[in-house]
């Protein structure tokens, strides 16, 4: 059974619920993302019939309730489906009993519209958020034109900080079984060869060629990983990428202060640099996401911008605010306010003990723009009980891991403690109300609604949301993320 807090975001009963003790009359509790993942089933089902009418048939009409039920079962994640279906199957039961609702009487009508008042309280929060169309796609994918590079590898061509390691024997020879010797173009090794046992060896089947293509990227990258194991390899070279092309790739510019944490004597290894890349947001996304968000302040009369970040990582939206001005994003307005605008780095923060490294890090990197130790902060749900003070712009940037589509073992409990820090770091924006929130996931149907229904239930706030993948500014790698931005209005 979920937390007291956490059964808010993944439904079912708290802890301290005891049927004995008590009233059974009282719902299973809908979770935003549930209740409204079914309302836009609903409202797709009715096609222009009357809500409350439509409704009141659901719940005493078994054909109309097993038709909709089996749509949600196909619309729904599987966790949403339950919440939604238990809730339903409630109220269906309990209008059942004596005195119940007849087809179109008026108890059962008045009882609906109570039922529909509370589903419409948890849909709320979720349509305060409005969806943004994303940017216009731009051509992504690397040409011989571009700088001389044939293919992404050349795009990204970097010196060593580190050296480059070379292939290990066990790659050489999976390369050599795949038929990949010399070609020209990426793998990511771990990948490739889950694909190859999955798809060929599970299956019996062969390598060929288009197979082997396939595994190639020659002209965009995948998503890195927060996985120091899943970095890019240089098929052609023979060689991983070093951390400086794996940095431009993540859209870091070479003028950045970012590269103080990058360098080989900065507090974190090579292997936990990538790690942090890995699980950043790209720089050229979270410059076109800030945008707005930069225009606001400046509208609001800001000229020295103090900003603050949580689940900070290496802070690669700190990255994009300092190196705005120079990256062509659409976006001249923002530019233009950035160019006008000086900011400093007030606070910072990322937890756990075993994050020491990074929380150090931060510090070399951003200590330039006024980012002191003391203000690192340990743990992103406790900003306010730390005495974390106001800033104008503050970006949230939780782990997606519980979300995201490479995580083959995903379960409720994470989602929901994912779901519940994200909320509790929410407290900061209720109690110092900052000018402008940027908050960034993954773009996965269990993340989008649900942390949409914890920023939408922020009041005094517009919120809207936009879906930002490198590849539609232009940029040759695949990182496709949901962005959040909440400007103040009251």
């Not at 966790?79 to 199957?89: C, Q, R, T």
């Not at 061509?157 to 290990?168: E, L, S, Y």
Request: glycine residues 8%.
């Amino acid at each position: 059974m979920p937390s007291n807090k956490a059964h808010s975001f993944v439904g079912g009963r708290g802890r301290r619920y005891d049927p004995s003790r008590h009233a059974t009359h009282h719902a299973p509790p809908w979770t935003g993302r549930a209740a409204s993942a079914a309302r836009k089933v609903l409202n797709l089902v009715r096609d222009g019939r009357p809500e409350l009418a439509f409704t009141a048939d659901i719940l005493v009409d078994s054909q109309a309730w097993a038709e909709l039920r089996s749509l949600l079962s196909h619309a729904l994640s599987a966790g949403d489906f339950k919440v939604a279906s238990d809730v339903i199957e409630h109220h269906r039961e309990r209008l059942s009993r004596p005195p119940g609702g007849q087809p179109h009487s008026p108890e059962l009508l008045l009882a609906t519209k109570g039922i529909l008042r509370t589903w419409n309280r948890q849909v709320r929060p979720v349509r305060a958020v409005t969806l943004l169309v994303s940017p216009g796609r731009r051509s992504s994918s690397v040409r011989s034109d571009d700088d001389g590079a044939e293919t992404v590898a050349d795009f990204f061509k970097g010196p060593g900080c580190p050296a480059p390691a070379r292939a290990t024997e066990t790659i050489r020879r999976r390369l050599a079984a795949w038929g990949l010797d010399g070609a020209s173009g990426v793998i990511v090794p771990e990948r490739a060869a889950a694909r190859v046992r999955h798809e060929r060896e599970a299956r019996g089947l062969a390598i060929d060629a288009t197979f082997a293509r396939g595994l190639l990227h020659d002209e965009s990258l995948p998503t890195l990983t927060g996985n120091p194991a899943d970095g890019y390899f240089d098929v052609r070279s023979c060689r991983w990428w070093t951390t400086y092309e794996i940095a431009l790739s993540c859209g870091v510019p070479p003028q950045s202060g970012l590269w103080r944490a990058l360098m080989p004597a900065s507090a974190l290894t090579p292997q936990q640099q990538i790690a942090a890349l890995g699980r950043s947001v790209h720089v050229i996304a979270a410059a076109a996401a800030l945008g707005p968000l930069l225009t606001h302040v400046a509208g609001a009369g800001v000229r020295a911008m103090r900003y603050g970040s949580a689940f900070s990582g290496v802070d690669t939206v700190a990255a994009a605010i300092e190196c705005l001005p120079g990256i062509r994003v659409g976006d001249d307005a923002a530019q233009s306010a950035m160019a006008g605008m000086s900011w400093e780095y007030v606070f910072a923060a990322e937890s756990g003990a075993a994050q020491s490294a990074l929380r150090e890090a931060l510090v070399e990197a951003w200590g330039c723009n006024g980012l002191v130790s003391e203000r690192v902060y340990h743990d992103a749900r406790r900003l306010v009980e730390d005495g974390a003070p106001p800033v104008d712009l503050l970006s949230v940037t939780p782990e997606c891991v519980a979300f995201s589509r490479r995580n083959h073992s995903k379960s409720v409990e994470a989602q929901a403690a994912a779901l519940v820090a994200v909320h509790d770091t929410f407290q900061y924006v209720r109690r110092h109300r900052p000018l402008a929130v940027l908050v960034e996931n993954v773009d996965e149907r269990e993340a989008v609604d649900a942390i949409s229904a914890v920023v939408g239930a922020v009041e005094g706030y517009r919120w809207e949301r936009i879906v930002i993948c490198p590849t539609m500014l232009g940029w040759p790698v695949h990182r496709r993320r949901s962005f959040w931005r909440g400007y103040r209005v009251e």
